[in-house]
């Protein structure tokens, strides 16, 4: 399992190791030792997984804030995904940049966002299916985002984007100075 730490820091991209042969392959996609080695002791809690039918589907910048505060490690098991994290930590260096990967199947990696930061992604082709790991249960009330595209943090969607797809509840996100200090650096 190859794991590259991001910037900003805390984000990795994490890359399991496949075993091929005629038939096909095994990949074993998590193993807690080498993961935590480098994220800390995480403890995950329930699984997600989403459809998006139409490339070019936006969905975020969401998160959780305290007492449910959720970090996400995401892997994209069929289409392809322009994955964002942007980092929310108000006593951060970092607070209000933001870092993407490229998820597919075929390249088999994933990205691990922690407590602090903000989730969305683009699918960059039809039938695109997103699965992700949680730290904590979803909770309406923990239930926060961000506004896709908040100039202040100045994410390079690719060109297919397209905001038509955006979620009411997404398309009335506040902007990033708006947001209340809910994460520090050090919070889990």
């Given at each position: 399992?190859?794991?590259?730490?991001?910037?900003?820091?805390?984000?990795?991209?994490?890359?399991?190791?496949?075993?091929?042969?005629?038939?096909?392959?095994?990949?074993?996609?998590?193993r807690?030792?080498?993961f935590?080695?480098?994220?800390?002791?995480?403890?995950?809690?329930?699984?997600?997984?989403?459809?998006?039918?139409?490339?070019?589907?936006?969905?975020?910048?969401?998160?959780?804030?305290?007492?449910?505060?959720?970090?996400?490690?995401?892997?994209?098991?069929?289409?392809?995904?322009?994955?964002?994290?942007?980092?929310?930590?108000?006593?951060?260096?970092?607070?209000?940049?933001?870092?993407?990967?490229?998820?597919?199947?075929?390249?088999?990696?994933?990205?691990?966002?922690?407590?602090?930061?903000?989730?969305?992604?683009?699918?960059?082709?039809?039938?695109?299916?997103?699965?992700?790991?949680?730290t904590?249960?979803?909770?309406?009330?923990?239930?926060?985002?961000?506004?896709?595209?908040?100039?202040?943090?100045?994410?390079?969607?690719?060109?297919?984007?397209?905001?038509?797809t955006?979620?009411?509840k997404?398309?009335?996100?506040?902007?990033?100075?708006?947001?209340?200090?809910?994460?520090?650096?050090?919070?889990?």
């Amino acid at each position: 399992m190859q794991i590259t730490p991001l910037d900003p820091a805390g984000l990795l991209e994490i890359v399991p190791r496949k075993i091929g042969d005629e038939r096909g392959y095994f990949s074993e996609i998590f193993r807690a030792e080498p993961f935590q080695e480098h994220a800390g002791k995480i403890d995950f809690v329930q699984d997600n997984q989403s459809l998006s039918v139409k490339a070019g589907t936006i969905r975020g910048i969401h998160f959780q804030t305290s007492p449910a505060a959720q970090g996400k490690l995401v892997r994209c098991l069929s289409g392809a995904v322009f994955d964002v994290a942007v980092d929310l930590r108000h006593d951060s260096p970092t607070f209000g940049r933001w870092a993407s990967v490229v998820l597919t199947p075929e390249l088999n990696n994933q990205l691990w966002v922690p407590v602090g930061f903000g989730h969305a992604f683009c699918t960059l082709l039809p039938d695109s299916v997103v699965a992700y790991r949680v730290t904590d249960y979803y909770n309406a009330g923990c239930d926060k985002g961000l506004a896709w595209n908040d100039p202040a943090v100045g994410i390079e969607w690719p060109e297919i984007a397209d905001p038509q797809t955006l979620s009411g509840k997404d398309r009335a996100q506040p902007a990033l100075t708006d947001l209340p200090p809910f994460f520090s650096i050090g919070d889990r």
